[in-house]
């Protein structure tokens, strides 16, 4: 056959072409011959994972031989559609099968709560909320939905889930992870087979999955990102590695390191916890792949990488670096570790061999470029209703005073707060943007819209964000909580209380004399001891995403409410860090808390 451009590529024809490419062939088989014929500078390539801004024309792919290309958080084509990622990336696959060997690219994305680089994709609650719901099933369903709306754009891997068992409320990733339990954890690793099937490549819009970050992200002192995981071998895989296990078991493709420390040692450089653990005891057969520019820092010294960060990363177990700019200073220092002896032979082979294996695995040899039939599922009813069952299912209720939840049919109902109706703050990070923003970010329906569509005919909806205006109405619904954040960004160590704007909400309200519902929209517990009793409900929401209407129909009775807490929520900033077992343990709501409401419409 001839791929686009007119270059031709290596045939398949039965029985006259390479092992590699005749899919009638085994696995190893396939990538045994295939390696057998690559050069140093073809495998180096393979190891090789960077940014696509970093790329000057898909002409780069083939000179670089690249294994893989990512965006990272917010970037995306300048026509950001499902047409324009699938014109981006069919480019650079192109690009790939125009080289001596046609081996296709990975493209990696962080569609880490649905599609979130995708403009108008849906985006599903974050994972605190998924942990919430204990709802395995509907945690695959999730993944699945996922992997269609990423397949449409020709991207195959997803940067997700995200496994930390997060034991400090004041880390900035809280909401990245399903619950402070690890068992929990282990549980929702079912997301897993929603990206990729129960067995990689067998449907046809499977993409590959990474559990990240291994390991111990977590469970840092004082919640710091990126600090010092501080625990002995036994404690940290009672809690950290247990939902690696589970992952492991369900197959999952890759495995992405940890920016963290275990004991004073970096992750990216750990061989024990990489190579004796993962691979060894845990029998992993997918690859690793290191975090942004996670290798840079193993010498110590900023900047670019050295050939101390290559080979140690390397030898440690690391198989694909994410580089993620520079391919060529990252190429060249790889070939002369190589080259020097510094990284044995057999090493990279290893490396390769499970980039290979997994490519082979997904299909990706017969099927490189993208589905554009999937267009249709992006942002799709059938999506956006899974999405908006989730978010009901992930609300928590922690109090319920004199039965005002659910609200009755007919009622007169004020809104107020900076979270009822911003899109883009109820989505949280990793949508549109690495770290999000308030506003209209992308399509959906926010909260205020939900209660209002709720409401109906039958009642009155007014709405003032300060919470002005709210005497004479049967109810206050108040959504509070936090703004976007990400990461490092996001840690907390303020003491995690309401800001003056939320306070002054509450005030306003609690002077117009109405019974108030608080909605906490945020990306972890919130210590709102002091102004609990200034409400007469509270529920939790999380960051429930684009489908708001999933809040109303709790508050509302069109759903029961039916989550319980995944995390301990503490009574003050003194308490922190708060988990269940500890001793002594008094939480404000304890862990597995929350309220039942049974749907009334």
């Known amino acids: 056959p001839t791929l686009p451009g007119g270059s031709p590529s290596i045939t398949a024809t039965a029985g006259a072409g390479p092992v590699y490419l005749d899919p009638r062939q085994s696995v190893e088989a396939r990538t045994r011959d295939l390696l057998g014929r690559m050069t140093l500078d073809e495998k180096v390539g393979q190891m090789t994972l960077i940014e696509r801004s970093d790329l000057n024309g898909p002409a780069d792919v083939a000179a670089f031989h690249l294994g893989a290309v990512l965006s990272g958080g917010g970037s995306a084509p300048s026509d950001n559609t499902p047409a324009g990622w699938a014109d981006m990336i069919d480019a650079m696959q192109e690009g790939a099968l125009r080289t001596r060997l046609a081996i296709p690219i990975l493209y990696g994305t962080?569609?880490?709560?649905?599609?979130?680089?995708?403009?108008?994709?849906?985006?599903?609650?974050?994972?605190?909320?998924?942990?919430?719901?204990?709802?395995?099933?509907?945690?695959?369903?999730?993944?699945?939905?996922?992997?269609?709306?990423?397949?449409?754009?020709?991207?195959?891997?997803?940067?997700?889930?995200?496994?930390c068992v997060a034991r400090d409320e004041r880390w900035g990733r809280t909401y990245e992870s399903f619950s402070e339990d690890p068992l929990l954890v282990a549980d929702m690793t079912a997301v897993i087979n929603g990206y990729q099937g129960t067995v990689l490549g067998a449907l046809p819009q499977s993409i590959l999955a990474t559990a990240k970050h291994y390991l111990g992200d977590g469970?840092?002192?004082?919640?710091?990102?990126?600090?010092?995981?501080?625990?002995?071998?036994?404690?940290?895989?009672?809690?950290?590695?247990?939902?690696?296990?589970?992952?492991?078991?369900?197959?999952?493709?890759?495995?992405?390191?940890?920016?963290?420390?275990?004991?004073?040692?970096?992750?990216?450089a750990n061989t024990h916890l990489i190579t004796d653990v993962l691979k060894g005891e845990l029998a992993f057969e997918g690859f690793v792949v290191?975090?942004?520019?996670?290798?840079?820092?193993?010498?110590?010294?900023?900047?670019?990488?050295?050939?101390?960060?290559?080979?140690?990363?390397?030898?440690?177990?690391?198989?694909?670096?994410?580089?993620?700019?520079?391919?060529?200073?990252?190429?060249?220092?790889?070939?002369?570790?190589?080259?020097?002896?510094?990284?044995?032979p057999a090493r990279i082979d290893d490396a390769v061999r499970r980039?290979?294996?997994?490519?082979?695995r997904m299909g990706l040899f017969e099927h490189p470029m993208t589905d554009r039939s999937l267009a249709?599922?992006?942002?799709?009813?059938?999506?956006?209703?899974?999405?908006?069952?989730?978010?009901?299912?992930?609300?928590?209720?922690?109090?319920?005073?004199?039965?005002?939840?659910?609200?009755?049919?007919?009622?007169?109902?004020?809104?107020?707060?900076?979270?009822?109706?911003?899109?883009?703050?109820?989505?949280?990070?990793?949508?549109?943007?690495?770290?999000?923003?308030?506003?209209?970010?992308?399509?959906?329906t926010s909260i205020l819209q939900g209660i209002r569509d709720a409401v109906g005919d039958?009642?009155?909806?007014?709405?003032?964000?300060?919470?002005?205006?709210?005497e004479g109405y049967d109810v206050a619904i108040a959504v509070l909580g936090e703004e976007?954040?990400?990461?490092?960004?996001?840690?907390?160590?303020?003491?995690?209380?309401?800001?003056?704007?939320?306070?002054?909400?509450?005030?306003?309200?609690?002077?117009?004399?109405?019974?108030?519902?608080?909605?906490?929209?945020?990306?972890?517990?919130?210590?709102?001891?002091?102004?609990?009793?200034?409400?007469?409900?509270?529920?939790?929401?999380?960051?429930?995403?684009?489908?708001?209407?999933?809040?109303?129909?709790?508050?509302?009775g069109a759903a029961p409410a039916t989550g319980k807490l995944s995390f301990s929520w503490p009574r003050s900033a003194d308490q922190l860090p708060i988990n269940v077992g500890d001793q002594p343990y008094d939480p404000l709501f304890p862990f597995g808390y929350g309220l039942e409401l049974r749907a009334t419409r």
Request: hydrophobic share 45%; proline share 4%.
């Open 290 to 344: 290191s975090d942004w520019a996670g290798i840079n820092r193993i010498d110590g010294a900023p900047g670019d990488v050295s050939g101390e960060d290559v080979a140690t990363a390397v030898n440690a177990g690391v198989d694909m670096v994410m580089v993620p700019f520079g391919a060529p200073l990252f190429e060249q220092t790889l070939r002369t570790e190589i080259e020097s002896g510094r990284i044995p």
């Open 458 to 470: 039958a009642g009155t909806v007014g709405y003032d964000e300060g919470g002005q205006g709210a």
């Open 484 to 556: 976007p954040y990400a990461e490092s960004q996001g840690d907390r160590h303020d003491g995690l209380g309401l800001d003056a704007a939320d306070r002054a909400v509450l005030s306003n309200l609690g002077a117009a004399g109405v019974p108030i519902v608080a909605v906490l929209v945020s990306g972890r517990p919130l210590v709102i001891t002091d102004q609990l009793p200034d409400m007469d409900a509270l529920v939790a929401a999380w960051l429930p995403g684009t489908e708001g209407a999933g809040v109303a129909d709790v508050l509302f």
């Open 376 to 444: 249709a599922t992006v942002g799709s009813a059938a999506h956006r209703a899974l999405a908006r069952r989730a978010v009901a299912e992930s609300l928590v209720v922690l109090k319920n005073e004199g039965d005002l939840l659910p609200i009755r049919s007919g009622r007169r109902v004020f809104v107020a707060g900076k979270n009822a109706d911003d899109i883009g703050s109820q989505s949280g990070a990793w949508t549109v943007t690495w770290q999000g923003a308030p506003g209209a970010a992308t399509q959906g």
């Open 110 to 163: 962080d569609a880490v709560h649905g599609d979130g680089n995708l403009l108008n994709a849906t985006i599903f609650p974050h994972n605190i909320g998924i942990g919430a719901t204990r709802d395995v099933a509907l945690a695959e369903l999730i993944g699945r939905a996922t992997a269609e709306e990423v397949a449409a754009t020709g991207a195959n891997w997803t940067f997700s889930p995200c496994l």
């Open 355 to 360: 980039i290979l294996s997994i490519k082979i």
């Open 219 to 268: 469970g840092t002192t004082h919640g710091v990102n990126e600090g010092d995981t501080v625990l002995s071998e036994d404690e940290l895989r009672s809690i950290h590695l247990l939902p690696f296990t589970s992952a492991v078991e369900r197959g999952v493709g890759s495995v992405m390191v940890s920016f963290s420390s275990v004991n004073g040692e970096l992750m990216h």
